[in-house]
């Protein structure tokens, strides 16, 4: 793959992971703030263990393409 694609992969690839991470906190906040209210958090906790899968790929996509880049 050339470097220009891999590089312009990784920029968009690294803006992911970052909104992913906002993402991340908000649900986490969420289920703060739902269990504060002492009301249920099944649905707010399978949603944030299928947003921290799709982290773990987006980081697994990262490590790739940074591994492409090593000499």
Known sequence: ?????TFDKLRQ???D?????????KQEA???ELKRQRQETTKAGA????????QRLRELDRQCLLSRLQP
């Open 17 to 25: 992971v970052v909104e992913g991470e906002r993402q991340l906190a």
């Open 13 to 15: 690839i690294e803006r």
């Open 30 to 32: 969420l289920i703060v």
């Open 1 to 5: 793959m050339d470097t220009t694609v």
């Open 47 to 54: 949603e944030l263990e299928r947003m921290r899968a799709d």
